[in-house]
């Protein structure tokens, strides 16, 4: 009972948040500085909540609060949701909520604004923590070994890529190099810029 005694303690002293959904809840900053919410229970939306710093007002934020979608994404200041039968857009930058109860409707609104992505449209769903490589970090934790020898083998070679002579080992090393900076910065722009194109 003695070893249970600080695990109890422990599991009570954390804020319920952290355990409602486990690894599937997520609260994410949306580029405007405001917060997309999921609690990680089986069937429940997403819901979007207008940030401290938004100028929006106490109505239009308990307005917010009450949006529920399944899919999103970011055009322009905007985030554009959808669930199979409803469609809403919501301003992050001048604070404003759209409801539309009829697809057809909220598809012409969104042809006669440009709200629709020419190149990419990057949808997201309760899956958006992840689709933003979020689970790297978590990852990069358990495979620790693993990230050791990466980490390890890229300051090997850029060390020794200036005393190495054979030329296919310089040309694999290089080769190594590159495509693990490749790999980080495109990890990082996909992270730091959600918006579609």
């Known amino acids: ?47 979007f909540h207008f940030g401290e710093s938004s100028k929006a007002s106490d109505t239009l934020s308990l307005k917010a609060a009450g949006t529920a979608f399944s899919d999103f994404y970011f055009y322009k200041g905007f985030l554009i949701a959808e ?6 857009i919501i301003n992050e930058r001048d604070p404003e909520i759209l409801f539309f109860k009829d697809k057809r409707l909220f598809s012409n609104y969104l042809n006669t604004h440009n709200l629709k992505p020419k190149i990419w449209t990057r949808w997201y769903n309760k899956n958006y923590d992840q689709a933003n490589f979020k689970s790297f970090v978590f990852l990069a934790f358990f495979f620790f070994p693993v990230t ?5 083998l890229a300051i090997y070679f850029l060390v ?7 030329t296919g080992y310089k040309t694999f090393k290089k080769i190594y190099l590159i495509a693990l900076m490749a790999i980080a910065a495109l990890i990082f722009l996909l992270q730091t810029f959600p918006q579609s194109i």
């Open 83 to 88: 669930t199979d039968t409803t469609g809403t």
């Open 1 to 47: 009972m003695k070893k249970l005694t600080p695990l109890i303690l422990l599991l009570i002293s954390l804020p319920f948040a952290l355990l409602a959904g486990g690894l599937s809840s997520f609260q994410e900053p949306t580029p405007y500085g405001n917060t997309v919410y999921y609690d990680g229970s089986a069937g429940a939306p997403i819901t």
């Open 160 to 166: 020794s890529l200036k005393k190495t002579k054979t």
């Open 148 to 152: 050791l020898v990466l980490i390890g």
